[in-house]
């Protein structure tokens, strides 16, 4: 079967017929640096408001933009095998083929952030995903190793929708209303978390006021852990992981109020902030917010017996239509482990799922949302950046660097520590 690259080209120029005959996009035919500079560009956050100090990425010489595919592959190839060892490449699941073929680890991003320590003389990484992976990646690596973005364009408009301004704001004006002295028990009024997927900012916030960092398949150990030390928590950017993780630990809806940023005080009472278990961010990931019920209901009637699984950044209710939800990792899992003739109706990102039906032709794979609309950073990463960065690399000019200050990485690793302090051990996956 195609690859979602292949796929879209076909349906450009007319001949995809059938199922997945359809794109959210026609732009996403185009090489990315069309879009480098104007919003996230085609993709599933393309209407998302991309904030005015996200990094852009400068022009890319022309050489990679006309360069062929048969060519980038053979430069691709060339420098990775002269840069050897020096060298360690890292695709996320929702990369698309043409990236993860040429990837040394594929996972998600805590997994990729951790594989990179198996390197410790890889001098250079090369992070084939979205911004804060590679800050991550930067805050777990040595300081000699250099964490390379391809595109620095590809941010993450759900990381995006939560800036340290704003969750300092937030944090004082909830300083406000239930003060800032633990109770007679010694819980803190609130207790920050945030999810892998947010700015290295956050992650240090977390750590400088007693907080943690959860990944999609420990939230549920995190949220634990924060309970026996916060009366509350301030759970931020995704608010559907953290709705439905809660609601999984038996917290009533109404004692999750959603802090809108745009709103003073959140658009919360005083009422509803002394009353709420779980303070959700009103963020959310474009990508998985266009699966539906409907959806769901559909997939059943044409395919009785498919089983649906579908990833916790859905909303609260595809997660309950769904038969089952979790990480990327568990999603991966649970298709290997099928018999053959197995039928799995799946809710997340469109490379990652065709890439399963491809590597399973015995079973019948499919995402859940018929229509082609991949994560409009992820797409950034095209071969013509990992060209362009890899044959610099060789001529030692490094392009595309992450760093994180110190700072900031500090604080973010004590946040990070924490959540690898969790006993019992979780399998500790993200998106
Ligand atoms: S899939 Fe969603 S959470 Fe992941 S990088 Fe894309 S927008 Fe961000």
């Known amino acids: 079967m195609a690859s979602i690259d292949q796929t879209i080209q076909l349906i450009r120029i007319g001949e995809q017929r059938g199922a997945g005959s359809s794109t959210c996009s026609s732009a996403l035919a185009e090489g990315p640096w069309e879009h480098d500079n104007e919003g996230y560009g085609p993709g599933a956050s393309i209407a998302d408001p991309l904030p005015s100090d996200a990094p852009r990425q400068g022009i890319i010489p022309r050489e990679y933009r006309?360069?062929?595919?048969?060519?980038?592959?053979?430069?691709?190839?060339?420098?990775?095998?002269?840069?050897?060892?020096?060298?360690?490449?890292?695709g996320h699941f929702y990369q698309r083929d043409e990236i993860v073929?040429?990837?040394?680890?594929?996972?998600?991003?805590?997994?990729l952030a951790q594989a990179a320590k198996t390197k410790p003389n890889a001098e250079y990484i090369v992070f084939c995903g979205v911004h804060f992976m590679a800050e991550t990646a930067d805050i777990l690596s040595r300081a000699?190793?250099?964490?390379?973005?391809?595109n620095l364009a590809a941010g993450c408009s759900m990381a995006d929708m939560a800036e340290i301004d704003s969750?300092?704001?937030?944090?004082?004006?909830?300083?406000?209303?239930?003060?800032?002295?633990?109770?007679?028990?010694?819980?803190?009024?609130?207790?920050?978390?945030?999810y892998m997927n947010s700015a290295a900012s956050l992650k240090a916030f977390c750590g400088e006021h007693g907080g943690v960092v959860c990944t999609s398949s420990n939230a549920e150990t995190v949220l634990q852990?924060?309970?026996?030390?916060?009366?509350?928590?301030?759970?931020?950017?995704?608010?559907?992981?953290?709705?439905?993780?809660?609601k999984k630990m038996g917290i009533p809806l109404e004692q999750m109020p959603v802090?809108?940023?745009?709103?003073?005080?959140?658009?919360?009472?005083?009422?509803?902030?002394?009353?709420?278990?779980?303070?959700?961010?009103?963020?959310?990931?474009?990508?998985?917010?266009?699966?539906?019920?409907?959806?769901?209901?559909?997939?059943?009637?044409?395919?009785?017996?498919?089983?649906?699984?579908?990833?916790?950044?859905?909303?609260?209710e595809v997660v309950d239509a769904a038969d089952e939800h979790g990480s990327t990792e568990l999603i991966k899992k649970r298709v290997e482990a099928a018999p053959a003739g197995s039928i799995f109706a799946i809710g997340t990102e469109i490379n990652m799922v065709q890439r399963l039906a491809n590597e399973h032709p015995d079973k019948t794979i499919f995402c859940l949302d018929s229509i082609i609309c991949p994560c409009s950073t992820m797409y950034r990463i095209h071969p013509s950046y990992l060209a362009w960065v890899l044959e610099s690399l060789e001529r030692g000019e490094l392009l595309n660097r992450i760093t994180v200050p110190e700072a900031i990485a500090a604080p973010a690793r004590v946040a990070l520590e924490r959540m690898l302090a969790l006993k019992p051990a979780t399998d500790r996956r993200s998106a």
């Open 101 to 111: 073929r040429y990837a040394d680890f594929l996972g998600d991003s805590f997994q």
């Open 144 to 150: 000699e190793q250099a964490v390379i973005l391809p």
């Open 225 to 246: 852990w924060a309970f026996e030390r916060g009366q509350r928590v301030l759970f931020f950017p995704d608010q559907h992981l953290g709705r439905n993780t809660a």
């Open 66 to 90: 006309n360069a062929t595919a048969a060519e980038l592959d053979l430069r691709i190839r060339a420098a990775k095998h002269a840069l050897g060892d020096r060298l360690v490449i890292l």
């Open 259 to 316: 802090w809108d940023p745009n709103k003073p005080m959140g658009g919360l009472t005083p009422q509803q902030i002394r009353d709420a278990r779980v303070i959700l961010w009103h963020g959310f990931c474009s990508v998985h917010k266009r699966f539906t019920v409907d959806q769901i209901s559909f997939a059943r009637q044409r395919h009785p017996g498919v089983h649906v699984i579908v990833h916790p950044e859905c909303t609260m």
């Open 167 to 194: 969750v300092t704001d937030c944090w004082e004006e909830l300083a406000s209303v239930l003060g800032t002295a633990s109770d007679g028990s010694d819980k803190q009024p609130v207790l920050p978390v945030t």
